[in-house]
């Protein structure tokens, strides 16, 4: 099951430049634009039935939050108090806001880490790990570009590559490649792949995985019949062998 992060920023650019960088990532993301959005996802927002965390009543509905502070219906304190009132779940808070007194402020009043804007999403992914780890959770850093044999796949470019020629995939076969890939080397369950990819309630229709991936197969594969990238683990899962150094 992927981490969930609510996201919680007014710039629209910021907004979907995280969004997408989260994604990419592996985490599932909910954005908010105001202090009301984020309220009211955090209050109505639930768990997929897979989840383990489904039957407890007060558990989170997200794992960790960004929240910025200059929010256009009031400041992201006062969402941050909310959650230390309810939550103990991580929380980072984004500001262009940079005097020692806020930061301190904030730190104190529960947030987890300041990051001043400009930051790098480099920064931040690091910062959320931490902030995961100290909660128990580890989280190692995803694999976002997979090399081997003639085959290159970049997750955050979108692009796909055999032999130098572009490979193109559809949105589906594209987005159980990309979880193959941040696994590389690991066997991912069926459960896991179609949780991930099509939804919590599709976990159970293993049809879709043995119709995707004999596509996949059928592009990335000399051989789609004696497959050597793309390989099953009978009943368990599937495993993308290992990339190049």
């Not at 920023?9 to 910021?14: M, S």
């Not at 990532?25 to 105001?34: D, K, N």
């Not at 909310?82 to 991580?90: C, I, V």
């Not at 959770?137 to 044999?149: E, I, L, M, N």
């Amino acid at each position: 099951m992927s981490l969930r992060v609510l996201l919680v920023e007014d710039d629209r650019e910021l907004r979907t430049t995280l969004r997408d960088a989260l994604a990419i990532e592996g985490y599932e993301v909910l954005t908010a634009a105001s202090l009301s959005e984020g309220l009211a996802l955090l209050a109505h927002a639930t768990r997929p039935p897979s989840s383990t965390l489904a039957s407890t009543s007060d558990a989170p509905a997200v794992d960790l939050v960004i929240l910025d502070l200059g929010l256009p219906d009031g400041d992201g304190e006062t969402l941050l108090a909310t959650l230390r009132r309810r939550h103990a779940l991580p929380v980072l808070v984004v500001s262009a806001r940079h005097g020692d007194g806020q930061k301190i402020r904030l730190l104190d009043a529960g947030a987890d880490d300041y990051l001043v804007k400009p930051f790098s999403v480099g920064e931040l992914l690091a910062r959320m790990r931490v902030a995961l780890r100290h909660r128990g959770t580890r989280v190692d850093p995803a694999v976002t570009h997979y090399v081997s044999g003639g085959l290159d796949i970049d997750l955050a470019a979108h692009r796909v590559t055999l032999n130098g020629a572009p490979c193109h995939l559809t949105p589906t076969e594209f987005k159980l490649l990309a979880r193959l890939v941040r696994s590389a080397g690991q066997v991912v369950t069926h459960r896991q792949l179609l949780v991930d990819v099509w939804g919590a309630e599709y976990c159970d229709h293993t049809h879709y995985l043995r119709l995707y991936m004999g596509q996949l197969r059928a592009k990335l594969e000399a051989d789609p019949g004696e497959p050597q990238r793309l390989l099953t683990e009978p009943g368990v899962g599937y495993r993308l062998v290992e990339g190049e150094d």
